[in-house]
């Protein structure tokens, strides 16, 4: 009997998730239903959308892609234009009121990568912890980690600003994600065969390759080797944790070591990115979207972006990145021929 009662808390955590999930699924439908008409007058989600510019469901499936997609090598930016591409818009309204409200989602899906960063938070707070007290002369260690994530970040807050407009304006379509999407996937398979292809010959000789297992212990100049590798990923679709991941490889980092890299790299470039594009667009977006599907988005995204962490970094070490290679040049192929060249 009391093994039993062991169990059972366990089999409630794996429950949790999910739960919580489908609860929020359910208030989402309900929030949703209750803003359609009862009178039996035409309703539509357009009808809604014309008044809050996204709606409580839009955002929930935002909420989940942004979650699923973030901090594996398939870029999230990529998903997310390309599900916002596929809700319906109002074609009522007039072109400067399409161009406002599109501005404002544009602005959302940068601002609710807010949630995968609260979910690294909650994911590496220790390592986190060792940093902040590094700051104030506590922990050598965690000083030195926060510098190189430091140094990693520097060349995309440099280029980052400079290059947001161009970028908007030219990159965020459905053809330019595609092209990404295969290009990234084609180095991401040569780099996965290299990798094994070291791991092998290290494996059958006598000195083995040393790797770097532990993200303290990478040095600074392979810091801003990646923190270079990173701009790469202002391209959507080119994924900011697939060139990190990447570049890890190449700086002899195992597969485990890279990611985490990767998240704690991304805690501080998607806090700036979003910190930014909150402060840019905060008066087109209050003015076109509601507060309740925005919070409502980064919930969710925060929620699922907490399993995906966790579960990622033990399937790449166990079968690294070709999966996500092969699913990348697949959802590019579709989207060349669901939206053409």
Known sequence: MGSQLTIIPMKLKKLIFPLVLFGLGSLVLEADDEGQPTDGSPSSRSETEEVSGLSYTESFILGVVEGLTEYLPISSTGHLILTDRFFDRNESETNFDQSQKQEARNAYLI??????????????????????????????RGLALGLKVLVAFLP?????????????????????????????????????RNY?????????????????????????????FIGFMQCLAMWPGMSRSMVTIVAGYLSNMEAKAAAEFSFMLGLLT??????????GSWEVMTTQLEVGPMILGLVVATLVAFVAVKWFVNFLSKHGLYVFAYYRLILAAVILYVFGV
């Open 156 to 192: 995309a807050a440099i280029l980052g600003p400079l290059l947001n407009d161009i970028i908007e304006s030219k990159l965020f379509n459905p053809q330019a994600v595609s092209v990404a999407l295969a290009i990234g996937a084609i180095a991401m398979i040569w780099m996965e």
């Open 196 to 224: 094994r292809k070291k791991q092998r010959a290290a494996d059958g000789s006598d000195s083995k390759t040393l790797r770097i297992s532990n993200i303290e212990d990478l040095s600074f100049k392979s810091s801003l």
């Open 270 to 279: 998607l806090t700036a990115a979003s910190v930014y594009s909150l402060l």
């Open 111 to 140: 601002v609710i990568q807010g949630g995968a960063i609260l979910a690294v938070i909650l994911v590496y707070w220790e390592k986190i912890l060792a940093i902040l007290m590094g700051l104030v002369g506590r922990n050598p």
